[in-house]
């Protein structure tokens, strides 16, 4: 019997990015070949342990294993014993000014740190061609294994509410300001439009938690409080979509200014409709309770290089998308509205040139409230697009054959 290869996995955390981009495609790597590959995930590896890493031949991780500082002196103790590495990376290492983590990690080095780990990694996979000819740029051992969708997953099967409204909704985290505000206006002009009535608006993954940090100006001394629920930058998410909360009902905005879960009575009525987060497990889910989704991008490079996995979530959900004409969206979206304002009704979505912000979002969205058909036919071309291509099946096979390549690279065999 062959010898199974031995993977050890070393996610960065239980939820998000440790889930995606390490445990659930290793758990089911393990499950599509159980003969030929053995997973442990092990958040806490003895990594001094010289006797105890040798059992590996492989050992997969996400940015860093332990002390940024040690990864050098590290990788090549990996690689003497014979243990072949890959550093997975699935952001640019320097946000962009306006993300709320780019003080803290410019203050602190990271991007540096993050950056030498590339430069030091044996080998490198990540998201997207874009971002990997980025990469190689400073390390030119980089796979492409993008995100992938597990169709059976309760979360992305398609089953929408019903509503009589078009649902036009985005769904995300809470390092998108400067993105949504790219939408400004577009409220009012659907308003001003009359096509408000028709349309609601659905904003998905609403959050109060967290913490502010504040700075003694006298001593310079930092101290931290729980942020209180009218700080949360979803507020200003919402009143991107509400036009400062002046599109939607008396009655719903005191709803909404006391922060609870409980869902306001009505709001199939409401042109605007607040979606608490989710776990992991289930925010997918929330794709259900829309028919269009939208996918505002600024330009930067943070951007640029960021995954798609917004077009392949939409189209798992049969969701017509509207998308940034900019890096990630430009893999697989062909845009249905051509020159002149005819749509090719055999393209999968709709994309917006960033110096047309100002009004290509309000005319994608006016034409398919104009005509709904098209929502339906663009969701379908678009899952049609992603289905097989970004199936986590499809991309484990493939994640397989790599192993196996780097396996029978490092045994002299070349020929496999």
């Known amino acids: 019997m062959t010898k199974k290869i031995k993977v050890l996995v070393v996610p960065s955390d239980h939820s998000g990015v440790g889930y995606f981009r390490s445990t659930k495609p290793h758990l089911h790597l393990d499950k599509l070949f159980p003969d030929e590959f053995h997973i442990d ?3 806490s590896p003895r990594l001094d342990n010289d006797e105890w890493l040798k059992q590996y031949d492989i050992i997969h991780y996400h940015r860093t294993l332990g002390d940024y500082e040690q990864m050098e002196t590290l990788n090549q103790r990996l690689k003497y014993l014979g243990i072949i590495s890959i550093m ?3 952001d640019y290492w320097l946000p962009d000014i306006n993300h709320p983590a780019y003080h803290t990690i410019k203050n602190n080095n990271l991007h540096t740190k993050i950056r030498n780990n590339v430069r030091f990694a044996e080998n490198v996979t990540t998201t997207t061609s874009i971002f990997a ?3 190689k740029k400073i390390n030119k051992n980089v796979t492409v294994i993008p995100n992938a969708i597990d169709p059976t997953d309760k979360q992305y099967i398609c089953n929408p509410e019903p509503s009589n409204k078009i649902r036009v909704g985005w769904l995300g985290g809470s390092s998108h300001l400067a993105d949504l505000k790219l939408l400004n206006n577009l409220v009012s002009k659907l308003k001003s439009s009359k096509l408000l009535d028709k349309i609601q608006f659905v904003i998905c ?12 100006s006298d001593t310079g001394e930092k101290t931290q409080r729980d942020i209180k629920p009218h700080e949360t930058v979803w507020v200003q998410y919402e009143k991107i979509f509400t ?13 909404l200014n ?11 009525n409401e042109p605007y409709r607040r979606v608490w987060t989710k776990d992991v497990n289930n925010y997918a889910s929330n794709y259900n309770l829309f028919d269009i989704s939208l996918a505002p991008l600024v330009e930067n490079k943070f951007n640029y290089v960021k995954s798609q996995l917004k077009v392949i979530e939409s189209g798992f959900h049969k969701k017509a998308l509207i998308a940034q004409n900019f890096g990630p969206y430009t893999l697989d979206i062909e845009t249905a ?4 304002g005819e749509i090719d009704l055999n393209k999968n979505g709709l994309l917006v040139d960033s110096n047309k912000n100002h009004k ?10 104009d005509n709904p058909e098209m929502i339906g036919i663009l969701g379908e071309n678009l899952h049609k697009t992603v289905s097989e291509k970004y199936s986590l099946d499809t991309v484990t096979k493939n994640r397989a054959k790599y192993y196996k390549t780097l396996i029978n690279k490092k045994n002299g065999i070349f020929n496999v």
Do not use: C
């Not at 993954?205 to 003694?216: E, H, L, S």
């Open 133 to 135: 000819n980025e990469i």
């Open 88 to 90: 997975d990376l699935d």
């Open 41 to 43: 995930i092990d958040y």
């Open 360 to 369: 290509s979002w309000f005319q994608h969205i006016k034409k398919l409230v």
């Open 337 to 340: 509205r051509q020159k002149g």
């Open 258 to 268: 006391r922060f609870v879960k409980e869902e306001f009575i009505g709001i199939e």
């Open 205 to 216: 993954g609403f959050d109060t938690r967290g913490k502010i940090t504040m700075t003694n």
């Open 243 to 255: 036009n400062n909360y002046q599109s939607i009902s008396p009655a719903y905005k005191e709803h």
